[in-house]
């Protein structure tokens, strides 16, 4: 065992004596930084104690002081079982994973779901820490990576079907039980991340942490359902933008399935949004950033459906794009 002080907080790493602990002290400094970076976004933890201990498995798990991280993430990449070396498997291992369990000392132990339909949100919440916490960290490049692997994983077909097709986020453990582990893991855990996601793109960083403050004061004595989520984001919505009760955008993202494939087509005069591969009913508001040419381009949300979609574009301007593929969920 090894230990440091990190502020208010004793961080103990342990390791199996009978296993390479060669990155013990590494991840020990790391955990201690994750600690630190996530107290000062949000609130210290009712703690003075962390340990960190491996656990034999491909998973972690995090309680009230106490995080099981996996015995893989204490092995060096090239030490790993062959068939856990490849890109995707390291960054779980060696990125995600311990500031996703450490965040759950707040998502998960703080805030707490009220029930199986919103047990999405912690595993989320703790999901998208871990990702602002990397790019802050390493920069931009790895956010936008995992968020795109997140999207293939979705719309990855399995036996006839895409991944994210087998239920919506709020199905919770419905999923787990119809469809198994895997789908069940990457709705819950990957369309979750890209739902809070999208929600920070469309009210700030700044915004989406006194967003998580609300959330962590005025519910760590009572569990949290998806419409009281609902309730407080919508809250912090921008007063231009449409939706600022977030009804659809939950009822788009939370309550249904389905990840569109959009086209940008025509001229200023007659511009259009195809949208494609999900079913008549869906319906969502994409921003779409427009210029006269020269200068920094506006954001403007349109409302669209399946189908192709015309849409007004303000006078004056006459370049406009899809959002990037990292700040909203679709396909091209």
Known sequence: MTAAQQGAYTVECYANKTSSTELGPSLLA??????????????????HTLAVTPIAGYFGQGFPGLIYLSSMSYIRPEDRPAQLRSPRTD???????????????WWG???????????????????????EFLGNEKGQEILDQLLLNFRNDLTAV??????????????????????????????TYEKGAWILHMLRERVGDQAFRQMQLRLLNDYKSKPITNDEFRNVASQFVPADQPDRSLTMFFDTWVYSTGIPKLRLAG???????DVSGVDDDFTADVPIACSAGTGKPTVHWFRVSSGPNPIDIPEGLAHCQLPAPTDFLYVQ
Request: glycine share 4%; charged share 20%.
């Open 158 to 187: 399995e036996k006839g079907k895409s991944m994210e097709s087998a239920g919506p986020v709020d199905f919770g453990e419905r999923i787990l039980a119809s469809d198994g582990l895997s789908r069940w893991h990457t709705i």
């Open 267 to 273: 001229s200023a005069a007659h511009l259009e949004v």
């Open 91 to 105: 960054a779980f291992f060696s990125e995600l994973l311990l500031p996703h369990e450490l965040a759950h000392q």
């Open 30 to 47: 790391e955990a201690s930084k994750i600690l630190d970076y996530y107290t000062q976004q949000w609130t210290p933890l009712p703690l």
């Open 109 to 131: 132990n703080i805030v707490r779901s009220a029930d199986y339909r919103a047990a999405w949100l912690t595993e989320a919440m703790a999901n998208d820490s871990a990702l």
